[in-house]
Structure formats: C-alpha cells, structure tokens
C-alpha cells in the first residue's frame, strides 16, 4: 500500500496519469483484497478532487469485481475450487440465496465486512451478473464516495456535522433506490420470459 500511495502522489502531477493509476490501483485490490479499497479510494480523492477520485475508485473497484466476478463463476464447479470451499465462504453463500439484494449490497457497502468472500461466494450461488452487479454497484457507490468525501477534505468533514448528515441521507436514498432498481430489473425479466412464452 506503501508503494502504491507514492505512485500516486508521483503521477499526481499528470492528471491522466494519476485518473489512469487510480483507476488501476482500485481495480487491482479484488485480486489483491489485503489492500485498503477504502484508503485508496481517499488518496485518489486528495490527489484528482472528489469527483475525478471517485470516479476513477468506483469504476476501477467495479471493474475488478466483475472481473474475478465471472473468473470464480467460470471456473467454480471444477473439483479444485469445490474442495476449497471455506466455512466463511459457505456462510456467505447461505445468507445470499436467503436474501440475495440487501446481502451482497451490505457487504460492499459497510468496508468491515469481507467483499473479497462476497464476490466468491456470489460466483458460488450461481447468481446472474445482472443480479449481481446492480446492488454490488450501489453498494460500491456508496462506499467509494463515503472515502472520496472524506479523503478530498478530511478536515473540513471532522468539523462539519452538515456533511455527516450528507453522507448519511446518500447512504439511505441510494439503498432505496438501488432496490427500487433490482424490483424493476426483476419485473424487466419476467415480462420478457412471459412474451416468449
């Protein structure tokens, strides 16, 4: 992580460069999940400002979800991944066939919690990447700019309970509205199935 934040501080005088480096950086931590999304996302926005930073944090980490999204999903019925199936993995998979939306959209919201496992474990449930990407892009959302905001003026929002209270009203319209979008993704698919038959 080290290594990282000075790439980014050194690129930060090429705005392309360092949009392009974030952007990487971002997408780079699905594979490597012991890196800090969360300090990545802040540095990106002290270096490109909030809405550059963001941007390039939230698309990248998007990015790489998909990828290792659809990687574990090809490759999960093979004998090799089965047996390698941990507890925490199988957990997960049994509390996303139970409430699959609200699952995946907590755990890539709330930076606790393992998104590293979620993504497995998704690929797991045999869930369509419609289902998947919609709530995991909001759940992204809201974290991304949780720490962009933060990051691009960290001061400022320690003294700041209006901001607080910004982040807080983000968090609750973006959850509605993210489920309000997987109910019509949902009617979407079921008309269709209804026309073809």
């Known amino acids: 992580m080290q290594y990282i934040e000075q790439i980014l501080y050194w690129a930060g005088d090429n705005i392309i460069l360092s949009l392009v480096l974030g952007y990487l950086a971002a997408c780079i931590e699905s594979f490597?999940?012991?890196?800090?999304?969360?300090?990545?996302?802040?540095?990106?926005?002290?270096?490109?400002?909030?809405?550059?930073?963001?941007?390039?944090?939230?698309?990248?980490?998007?990015?790489?979800?998909?990828?290792?999204?659809?990687?574990?999903?090809?490759?999960?019925?093979?004998?090799?991944?089965?047996?390698?199936?941990?507890q925490k993995v199988e957990n997960i998979i049994h509390k996303v066939k139970k409430s699959q939306f609200k699952v995946v959209f907590l755990f890539y919201t709330i930076p606790v919690l393992p998104s590293s496992l979620m993504t497995i474990a998704a690929a797991f449930c045999d869930i369509k990447l419609k289902d998947f990407v919609v709530p995991m892009m909001f759940g992204k959302f809201l974290m991304m700019f949780t720490a962009s905001y933060i990051g691009s003026d960290l001061v400022g929002f320690i003294h700041s309970p209006l901001k607080i209270f910004v982040v807080a009203i983000i968090v609750i319209g973006s959850y509605l509205l993210a489920n309000k979008m997987n109910k019509d993704i949902d009617k979407i698919y079921v008309k269709r199935h209804k026309d073809k038959d």
């Open 32 to 86: 490597i999940p012991a890196l800090p999304i969360m300090a990545i996302a802040a540095i990106n926005a002290a270096i490109n400002g909030l809405v550059g930073g963001f941007l390039v944090s939230w698309l990248g980490s998007c990015t790489g979800v998909v990828i290792v999204f659809l990687l574990v999903k090809r490759l999960a019925h093979k004998d090799f991944f089965q047996k390698r199936k941990t």
